[in-house]
């Protein structure tokens, strides 16, 4: 049949037969050499109409060629780790939007006036879970806390607020990682037993915030303003940005002018010189094996 009347058959227009010729998807059977005029069999509607399908799903074109040149049994385990990674994704994307639909409709961007506070944090020996993820995967930490928590009372009890350590950048892209830490009495008797370490004494600068200014994308500018404070001047970091929780409040439970945490960078200034872990605090980190 003519390109006009397979087009009209296959439900796709003549740009698209014309690319997918390019594209060595769909190419026609014959191409008169006098006049151009391409013919396609009868056929390959079975090849067309599958492929109208698979962009209906957006699949991208490598994969619709992939599966329209399998076997049948391999088609359709393409296309089941095609639609997978779909939904995965999707759900990914459904928790990023119940945060922005959380922190643009309920949420101001925070008061320039926010003040930016500064404290010593004393050594500490904390239970720890650490983890790449995504933006959207972050609920995972509360998931760790909990975990971590409960293995507390091995260690003499949690002695001290919970807190997340972002070592890299969170976004969609950028995976992190994330360390989720609670303080303890002790480490483990068994130090193989639980994943711990020592956090190392340090001075820090924070911002505290209450639930309104803790959600995306107001929480962002915090640690905006909290960089340049560091930044300025006589301050170096030495330490990844972190967030402190209160003890006792779940973020999501908390009321609208409740304190949920401190965010919080250590740093160090011409004058002060680093902390650095003893040796002995450097051979207990090391026994963590999990």
């Not at 922005?100 to 879970?129: D, F, H, I, N, Y």
Request: aromatic share 6%; proline share 8%.
């Amino acid at each position: 049949m003519m390109i006009g009347e397979f087009s009209h058959r296959s439900r796709l227009s003549l740009k698209a037969l014309r690319f997918y010729e390019r594209m060595g998807l769909l190419r026609p059977v014959a191409v008169d050499p006098q006049n151009g005029y391409r013919r396609y069999h009868e056929s390959q509607l079975f090849t067309a109409r599958p492929i109208v399908l698979l962009r209906l799903l957006d699949m991208p074109l490598p994969e619709v060629g992939k599966v329209v040149s399998a076997s049948p049994a391999d088609a359709a385990h393409i296309i089941e780790s095609y639609w997978a990674s779909v939904e995965a994704r999707v759900a990914t994307q459904r928790q990023v939007v119940g945060l922005l639909r959380t922190g643009v409709a309920g949420s101001e961007m925070p008061p320039s006036e926010l003040p930016v506070l500064e404290r010593e944090v004393a050594e500490q020996t904390v239970l720890t879970e650490q983890r790449h993820v995504f933006i959207g995967q972050l609920t995972w930490h509360p998931q760790a806390a909990a975990r971590l928590t409960a293995h507390a009372v091995r260690c003499g009890g949690v002695a001290g607020e919970r807190f997340v350590i972002f070592h890299g950048m969170v976004t969609a892209d950028s995976d992190g990682p994330v360390e989720v830490c609670v303080p303890v009495s002790h480490p483990p008797e068994d130090p193989a037993e639980l994943a711990w370490r020592l956090e190392p004494a340090h001075r820090e600068a924070f911002i505290s915030l209450t639930k309104e200014q803790f959600e995306p994308p107001a929480i962002l500018s915090v640690y905006d303003k909290l960089a340049r404070w560091v930044a300025a001047r006589g301050r170096r970091p030495v330490g990844a940005p972190r967030e402190v929780y209160r003890t006792g409040i779940e973020p999501l439970f908390a009321s609208a002018g409740e304190q949920i945490c401190d965010v919080a960078v250590p740093f160090t200034t011409d004058r002060q010189p680093v902390r650095r872990k003893s040796a002995g605090a450097q051979e207990a980190a090391a026994t963590r094996s999990k």
